[in-house]
Structures are given as C-alpha cells and as structure tokens.
C-alpha cells in the first residue's frame, strides 16, 4: 500500500480541463517517485495515499494543490539587451534561469523593439489538472533510497 517512503511506479495520463493532454507516461516509461517525500505535486500525493499496485484512479487537482494560481506580479517586462543578442526570441519560447536557490522557467509572452514581456508563472499556474493513473509497483524503500531521498530506478550510477 502506499504510505511515506514507499517506492511507486505509476503510469498516467495528464489533461487540461479542455481535455488537451499535457503529459503522459506509460508503463514503458512509467514515474517512479519515493512517497510523501514532495517529489510529485501535493495534490497526487494525497490522492495516491493508500493505494495498491493494480488500481486505477481519476483525480482532478485544482491549482492550489498542484502548481499554485497564477501570480500577476510575475508577468514582467524585461530589457531586450538580457537576452543573448544571437537568439531569435520569439512568443511562447521558455528559457530558464537561476532566481536565487532554484531554476525558474518563464515563458515569453511578447517581444518589443527593447523589451520582453515574459511570464514566470509556472506553465500550469492557475491550471486544474486531470490524472488518469495506473499504479504499477508499490514496494518499501531501501535505506540507501531513504538516505538519498529519492527512488533508485536502477538507471543511474552508484555514488
């Protein structure tokens, strides 16, 4: 069953409330997370909680559980000399860049003569978002997973 630090592997389906799907993954290329460890959005992780491998769930996650709402102040308009000179910047481009501790993503919304109206809300700020999942594994994490806080998916090199 799915409790904290428990290792799951799970395939889903992600949609927009237009039903646009956003994101998939399927049993080939399945999410494998450590749970009640924040690695995935708090809403799944709430829905996911005391399930068993085999079942199948449809969630709806409104954007205070998943990506927050979209902030206003985030939408800013920034000199054109910050970007590159050689980049040919267009609306709807994403460029990432290092807001103190973290990457932050922002989108380009417009380019002017010298300004960038950019977008640093995340992508699916203010987004209600609809998970078809498939739990395909739940077992206990090792301690090596626990002391690394994250899932070993056997993908990666010892260190």
């Keep these: 069953m799915i409790k904290k630090d428990s290792v799951v592997t799970l395939s889903y389906s992600l949609k927009n409330n237009d039903g646009t799907e956003l994101d998939q993954a ?4 399945p999410l494998v997370y450590l749970h009640g460890n924040g690695q995935i959005i708090p809403g799944l992780e709430t829905n996911l909680e005391g399930l068993n491998s085999g079942d199948k769930k ?12 979209v902030n206003p102040s985030l ?3 920034i000199e054109r000399k910050n970007f590159p000179p050689d980049v040919d910047i267009q609306p709807g481009m994403q460029f990432s860049a290092d807001m103190g501790e973290k990457q932050q993503i922002f ?11 950019i ?3 995340h992508p699916l700020a203010g987004e209600t978002l609809h998970f078809s ?10 301690k090596e997973e626990l002391e690394h806080g994250h899932a ?3 993908n990666e090199h010892n260190h």
């Design 58 to 69: 449809d969630v709806s996650i409104q954007p205070e559980e998943a990506y927050g709402n």
């Design 26 to 29: 399927g049993a080939d290329q």
């Design 133 to 142: 999942i498939e739990v395909l594994e739940v077992r206990d994490a090792t």
């Design 152 to 154: 070993h998916t056997g």
């Design 75 to 77: 939408v800013m308009e």
């Design 119 to 121: 977008d640093a809300n």
């Design 107 to 117: 989108t380009v919304l417009s380019v002017g003569e010298n300004e960038v109206k």
